[in-house]
């Protein structure tokens, strides 16, 4: 009798204040063609006060866990929220060792790491040597290594660059044009949510029963973190985000793009320090520095009805910079196929997704009102007779990191 055996994935999406982790079961013949519903979810938010760490954990078949924990160390956390897979209501496995990877999403990989690899000693060096390009995120991503180590031993654990898929970048596109000893210290466009931006291309090609190596796309991932990326035959050929994530689109609390010469002006003539300046560009601009409001574009939203001038304006700016991005990756693609919208902006905000259609009626993209307003998940939201299809899409960069641990175990 033939029995199927299956690979347990464990996936750690470490952020600045958080940490989220899925555990799936894939059988090992074949990867599913979408997204199966993970076995166990858990998240750990350390956003609330010092000290504290907010878990909540569910199981697939829908039990929850929600706790406090005071004291210890994220490391200590981590492993509480780990112990729930095989412990208590939300036991959906015997005992720990029976995850067979585990996977990381880490958001810089410079230049030496473009690939998804096995984590070493030297991709942990890398890793820590970097945390200065990506300061609110590879620190975490190597606590969550260090803590899995200490959890599960020696299971092997996989590294996949949020990076990576943008290193298809031709040099046009990802060389700044400074001086060029820039480029020999390595100081060039990385672009990131390439773990976003490459499967959502993957899937708009599922969805359009299309071979993911043809078609233009422009993929819009709008969060509290936005960045847009032009896809030519499935590879990433231009990018909003840069060195930094701090480049490119309007975003929550993130300035994007700004005139550099702000920048010198302030600490020449303001007295700002380069502490201040990083705080002020990071988490007090964009929309929550403009609108004085919030980051959240759903509060945004409720205190224009009321009628806030600040939050008003907030969203033209965030429209009109986004409309303008999109436009220069029309140029780098040479004509749109489909125009993709996802993460949490992308997915829920009809309103956003109108406006940034509306500006390209020109090109023959047309999009149905009706299917726009209901929340549509992986659909296609434009008229029968539009020029690009609208679609979108729930990103899935869990399943997407789980799939790429599968690929390299099985090589």
């Given at each position: 009798?033939?029995?199927?055996?299956?690979?347990?994935?464990?996936?750690?999406?470490?952020?600045?204040?958080?940490?989220?982790?899925?555990?799936?079961?894939?059988?090992?013949?074949?990867?599913?063609?979408?997204?199966?519903?993970?076995?166990?979810?858990?998240?750990?938010?350390?956003?609330?006060?010092?000290?504290?760490?907010?878990?909540?954990?569910?199981?697939?078949?829908?039990?929850?866990?929600?706790?406090?924990?005071?004291?210890?160390?994220?490391?200590?956390?981590?492993?509480?929220?780990?112990?729930?897979?095989?412990?208590?209501?939300?036991?959906?496995?015997?005992?720990?060792?029976?995850?067979?990877?585990?996977?990381?999403?880490?958001?810089?990989?410079?230049?030496?790491?473009?690939?998804?690899?096995?984590?070493?000693?030297?991709?942990?060096?890398?890793?820590?040597?970097?945390?200065?390009?990506?300061?609110?995120?590879?620190?975490?991503?190597?606590?969550?290594?260090?803590?899995?180590?200490?959890?599960?031993?020696?299971?092997?654990?996989?590294?996949?660059?949020?990076?990576?898929?943008?290193?298809?970048?031709?040099?046009?596109?990802?060389?700044?044009?400074?001086?060029?000893?820039?480029?020999?210290?390595?100081?060039?466009?990385?672009?990131?949510?390439?773990?976003?931006?490459?499967?959502?291309?993957?899937?708009?090609?599922?969805?359009?029963?299309?071979?993911?190596?043809?078609?233009?796309?422009?993929?819009?991932?709008?969060?509290?973190?936005?960045?847009?990326?032009?896809?030519?035959?499935?590879?990433?050929?231009?990018?909003?985000?840069?060195?930094?994530?701090?480049?490119?689109?309007?975003?929550?609390?993130?300035?994007?793009?700004?005139?550099?010469?702000?920048?010198?002006?302030?600490?020449?003539?303001?007295?700002?320090?380069?502490?201040?300046?990083?705080?002020?560009?990071?988490?007090?601009?964009?929309?929550?520095?403009?609108?004085?409001?919030?980051?959240?574009?759903?509060?945004?939203?409720?205190?224009?009805?009321?009628?806030?001038?600040?939050?008003?304006?907030?969203?033209?700016?965030?429209?009109?910079?986004?409309?303008?991005?999109?436009?220069?990756?029309?140029?780098?693609?040479?004509?749109?196929?489909?125009?993709?919208?996802?993460?949490g902006v992308g997915e829920h905000s009809p309103e956003i997704r109108q406006a940034a259609c509306e500006a390209f009626g020109f090109l023959g993209l047309k999009i149905d009102f009706e299917k726009n307003q209901q929340q549509p998940v992986d659909e296609d939201i434009s008229t029968p007779d539009s020029a690009v299809r609208v679609l979108v899409i729930h990103t899935q960069e869990d399943w997407a990191i789980a799939k790429q641990c599968w690929q390299l175990l099985k090589q």
């Amino acid at each position: 009798m033939f029995l199927c055996c299956y690979m347990k994935i464990l996936v750690l999406n470490a952020g600045s204040s958080s940490q989220k982790s899925c555990l799936y079961k894939i059988a090992d013949e074949a990867l599913p063609t979408q997204a199966p519903q993970p076995l166990w979810e858990g998240k750990i938010n350390w956003t609330q006060e010092r000290g504290v760490a907010e878990i909540e954990v569910k199981t697939g078949k829908g039990a929850t866990l929600q706790e406090s924990i005071s004291g210890d160390s994220p490391q200590a956390h981590l492993t509480y929220m780990l112990h729930t897979l095989s412990y208590g209501t939300t036991k959906v496995i015997d005992q720990l060792s029976e995850i067979d990877v585990v996977g990381h999403r880490i958001v810089h990989g410079g230049q030496d790491y473009r690939d998804t690899v096995i984590i070493t000693e030297d991709v942990k060096n890398a890793i820590t040597r970097l945390s200065n390009l990506a300061p609110a995120h590879n620190p975490a991503a190597l606590s969550g290594i260090e803590g899995i180590e200490k959890t599960l031993g020696d299971v092997p654990q996989v590294a996949v660059f949020d990076t990576g898929f943008h290193a298809t970048l031709p040099d046009a596109a990802a060389i700044y044009p400074g001086p060029y000893e820039w480029v020999e210290e390595g100081i060039r466009r990385y672009g990131f949510h390439g773990i976003s931006h490459q499967y959502c291309s993957q899937r708009a090609a599922q969805i359009l029963g299309q071979d993911v190596a043809s078609g233009r796309l422009i993929i819009c991932h709008l969060g509290n973190g936005c960045s847009l990326a032009a896809i030519k035959n499935g590879r990433s050929i231009d990018t909003t985000m840069g060195f930094t994530p701090l480049e490119g689109l309007m975003m929550g609390s993130r300035s994007g793009s700004v005139d550099p010469g702000i920048l010198i002006y302030l600490l020449r003539y303001c007295n700002y320090s380069v502490e201040r300046l990083d705080h002020i560009l990071n988490k007090a601009s964009g929309l929550k520095g403009i609108s004085g409001v919030s980051s959240d574009m759903r509060e945004l939203r409720a205190a224009i009805a009321q009628g806030n001038s600040r939050a008003q304006l907030a969203w033209d700016i965030y429209v009109h910079r986004l409309r303008s991005s999109m436009g220069a990756m029309l140029t780098s693609l040479g004509g749109l196929d489909a125009l993709v919208f996802t993460a949490g902006v992308g997915e829920h905000s009809p309103e956003i997704r109108q406006a940034a259609c509306e500006a390209f009626g020109f090109l023959g993209l047309k999009i149905d009102f009706e299917k726009n307003q209901q929340q549509p998940v992986d659909e296609d939201i434009s008229t029968p007779d539009s020029a690009v299809r609208v679609l979108v899409i729930h990103t899935q960069e869990d399943w997407a990191i789980a799939k790429q641990c599968w690929q390299l175990l099985k090589q």
